[in-house]
């Protein structure tokens, strides 16, 4: 959980204030997740801050949800040019990838567990994109 505050605060993802009126909150809470290496054993324990996203109204909190991907018979056909020109291939991983997008519109969500706000009637207004957010694919 301290790794994934760590990267929210430098990220900027929200700013705690106290919530303007005739705004909606939505909750949020933790996921852990034990991640296995090959032989089984444990590599790492993940947390993620997630969005509960049964609490997003369309057209309040995410107008599209569309991102495009990528359909697996190209990335076959990218492959297999590569491979056939003996072209190197390298793979990126980008860590906390959601955590970078900006948001347009105004969502808050609740203090989340480990933070200590100031006021109890205080939430935090995302200024980028949680996981689950169901805008978060398309930002």
Request: net charge positive; charged share 20%; with cysteine.
């Given at each position: 959980m301290d790794v994934e505050l760590d990267v929210i605060k430098v990220n900027n993802t929200?700013?705690?204030?106290?919530?303007?009126?005739?705004?909606?909150?939505?909750?949020?809470?933790?996921?852990?997740?034990?991640?296995?290496?090959?032989?089984?054993?444990?590599?790492?324990?993940?947390?993620?801050?997630?969005?509960?996203?049964?609490?997003?109204?369309?057209?309040?909190?995410?107008?599209d949800t569309f991102s495009l991907v990528a359909k697996l018979t190209t990335v076959r056909l990218l492959l297999a040019i590569a491979s056939?020109?003996?072209?190197?291939?390298?793979?990126?991983?980008?860590s906390n990838a959601f955590l970078q997008n900006e948001l347009h519109e105004d969502v808050y969500t609740k203090v989340s567990h480990g933070l200590k706000p100031s006021s109890p009637n205080q939430v935090c207004k995302l200024q980028h994109s949680l996981y689950d957010l169901k805008k978060a694919g398309r930002q």
């Open positions: 929200w700013v705690i204030m106290t919530l303007p009126p005739n705004k909606i909150i939505i909750g949020c809470r933790w996921i852990f997740k034990i991640q296995y290496n090959s032989d089984g054993f444990i590599d790492r324990y993940k947390a993620r801050l997630v969005a509960k996203d049964h609490n997003q109204l369309e057209g309040l909190h995410f107008l056939s020109q003996c072209w190197s291939l390298k793979q990126l991983n980008v």
